[in-house]
């Protein structure tokens, strides 16, 4: 399977998953989604491990982004946790 296409579902399915806890009454796990171009940060204030806390889908596209990124995860006080799929890489990045 295409790598690009195994991270991208990898990403709908988090995504579809904490939408669903999102969307709970109050969003009692803080769930928060945000893209960045075609990068997607995900946090679960409630739940401070890296399973779901985390920053996938970066490329080389989005490395103008990395300050946006970050400062997202900084302003929820929860660290940034980058997942670099290997067919996204480059000598910058």
């Excluded at 890296?50 to 990124?69: M, T, Y």
Aim: glycine share 6%; with cysteine.
């Amino acid at each position: 399977m295409n790598k690009k296409l195994w991270e991208q579902i990898e990403m709908d399915t988090l995504t579809s998953r904490l939408l669903a806890i999102g969307n709970l009454q109050n969003n009692p796990m803080g769930v928060s989604i945000q893209s960045f171009g075609q990068t997607m940060a995900y946090t679960v204030k409630s739940i401070p491990g890296p399973a779901f806390n985390v920053i996938k889908g970066l490329c080389g596209e989005d490395e103008l982004l990395l300050d946006e990124i970050i400062d997202f995860y900084d302003e929820k006080h929860i660290p940034a946790r980058f997942e670099i799929a290997p067919s996204h890489h480059s000598q910058s990045l």
